[in-house]
């Protein structure tokens, strides 16, 4: 508890110092949205939130690491956390910005073992490869009812699996370009290996948020207001096309 209340309160401080730095959590291997190379954060959420950043006059440092350490640190009000997801049970911890992105979400599965995928009913006995402590939305908790979680850290050891015959699909995000991406960083893995099911789980909107007990509601109400020029004027837009 203590160490928590020394968290905050650096936190705190840290909005209000002449650098007006702010410490947010995030996901180090989510490419295009997210990640860490050598050390430097990368990715559209990277990109969007230092444009947002330079517009409210505030330098947002990330701190990258696996989705479950970034979310215990955000959750327990070390700095906030960006790319994460809705569901009620994060509604009782989180207040929350406005979208920055929409991930879509797909279904990845071995070649010439493809399956109709119409609604959530069709991947009754299923296993499906999922990243571990990883959730996209009410959808994805509603699909998740009907198949078995294969949970794994990483999603080239996911792709691996699947291609094994190990697991019946995996779900891979931010669409194509992130299956693109993780095939390319292991010599075994071909896109001829793959098919993606032509409808996606969801299109999981992504947003940034800080726990509660940071009080950041003000704060957020300034970033939605340079968010939403952002997007009006394009810039998100062509910030994603870059990826």
């Keep these: 508890m203590k160490r928590q209340l020394i968290a905050i309160c650096l936190f705190l401080f ?16 989510k490419q295009p949205k997210i990640w860490q190379e050598k050390g430097v954060p990368k990715g559209i959420l990277v990109d969007i939130m230092h444009h947002i950043g330079k517009k409210m006059g505030h330098q947002f440092d990330h701190n990258l690491f696996p989705w479950k350490r970034a979310y215990n640190k955000a959750e327990s009000g070390s700095g906030g956390i960006v790319g994460i997801s809705i569901t009620d049970e994060r509604l009782k911890i989180f207040d929350y910005s406005e979208p920055l992105y929409y991930d879509e979400v797909i279904l990845v599965v071995k070649k010439g073992n493809e399956f109709i995928f119409d609604k959530f009913e069709d991947l009754k006995g299923k296993e499906i490869g999922v990243c571990r402590g990883c959730t996209y939305g009410a959808d994805y908790l509603e699909a998740i009812q009907f198949f078995t979680p ?94």
Excluded: M, W
């Design 150 to 243: 294969d949970e794994d850290n990483n999603n080239v050891q996911r792709l691996k699996k699947l291609k094994a015959g190990r697991i019946d699909a995996a779900i891979i995000n931010p669409g194509e370009a992130a299956l693109n991406l993780e095939i390319a960083k292991d010599d075994s893995l071909s896109r001829s290996d793959f098919s993606i099911l032509s409808k996606p789980i969801t299109r999981d909107p992504n947003y940034l948020a800080f726990a509660k007990i940071l009080n950041q509601k003000d704060f957020l109400k300034k970033f939605n207001n340079a968010l939403k020029v952002a997007h009006e004027s394009g810039v998100i837009k062509e910030i994603i096309s870059r990826y």
């Design 14 to 29: 840290s909005l209000n110092c002449v650098a007006e730095k702010i410490e947010i959590n995030g996901n180090s291997i």
